[in-house]
């Protein structure tokens, strides 16, 4: 874990998104702020976790779907544009992908372009120094491939092609027949993703999913208060929170309250917070 700790930074997030009168999430401004008061080591860990945004902006380019472009990541329209068509300031794994695109020559040619694409940048985050980094995106990337054995299984379709990572556990997923594919002991989290699936309902299914996410952040982020992996579970908690307003607008007023309610009683503030 990261030895600084930003004490009015994270007693302050609920103030850098909330509006008096009504629920505003200007992820913009919050970025701003963050840069301003993060040392660069720290803000670099912020750029780290949204680059999902700038994997699915150059995808939406590569593929020229003529998906609008999404704001927040760390490159520009124009930058992504450039980059295109010769690649040098991108990490490795996205200089990498454009040019395996644009020789047509996938990676993973068992996997979409789309899962491709996700299976670099999890190869290179969880590789990163930062245990909360690490540790979450091995999470994300296990729940992921879980629910995707969990639904080629149902539908009798190849595991391969859906499973992202060649370590033991994806093999284990692709290749066991047991009911939680012999992982329990390994993945305690199994038998719930297994339950989850079970639902017929696909919104509650999300939504459950993403409950999942939350408690997980928070078991990371046990005994710590005011370092960087607090904020950055805060800004994972909040793309939650976004997305949720997208889909059902009641669901994600209630995962709003509960992040409000998360930072206001999960901190035990010293007294000059009080």
Request: avoid cysteine.
């Amino acid at each position: 874990m990261s030895g600084r700790n930003y004490y009015y930074l994270v007693a302050g997030l609920p103030d850098l998104v909330l509006e008096q009168s009504k629920l505003t999430l200007d992820f913009s401004e919050f970025k701003l702020e963050l840069q301003h008061h993060l040392s660069s080591s720290d803000y670099k860990l912020v750029e780290l976790m949204l680059l999902p945004i700038d994997n699915k902006n150059l995808l939406h380019l590569l593929l020229k779907t003529n998906e609008q472009f999404i704001p927040n990541g760390k490159y520009s329209l124009e930058t992504l544009e450039e980059e295109i068509k010769t690649p040098k300031i991108l990490p490795d794994y996205l200089r990498d992908f454009i040019l395996h695109f644009k020789e047509e020559q996938p990676v993973y040619p068992e996997l979409s372009w789309e899962d491709q694409l996700t299976a670099m940048y999890v190869e290179y985050a969880v590789n990163n120094k930062n245990k909360f980094v690490s540790s979450w995106m091995k999470f994300e990337r296990n729940v992921r491939n879980i629910m995707a054995a969990l639904t080629a299984r149902k539908f009798k379709l190849n595991a391969r092609s859906f499973i992202i990572g060649n370590d033991e556990f994806s093999q284990a997923l692709i290749k066991s027949q047991a009911r939680d594919f012999g992982l329990a002991q390994q993945f305690p989290y199994i038998e719930k993703l297994i339950q989850i699936f079970e639902s017929s309902n696909l919104l509650e299914r999300e939504k459950s999913l993403d409950l999942l996410r939350w408690s997980y952040l928070d078991e990371l982020n046990t005994f710590h208060y005011f370092s960087i992996e607090v904020i950055l579970a805060f800004i994972l908690k909040l793309q939650m929170v976004q997305r949720w307003l997208r889909l059902d607008k009641e669901a994600g007023m209630t995962m709003f309250k509960r992040l409000l309610e998360d930072l206001e009683h999960s901190y035990e503030f010293p007294k000059e917070f009080s």
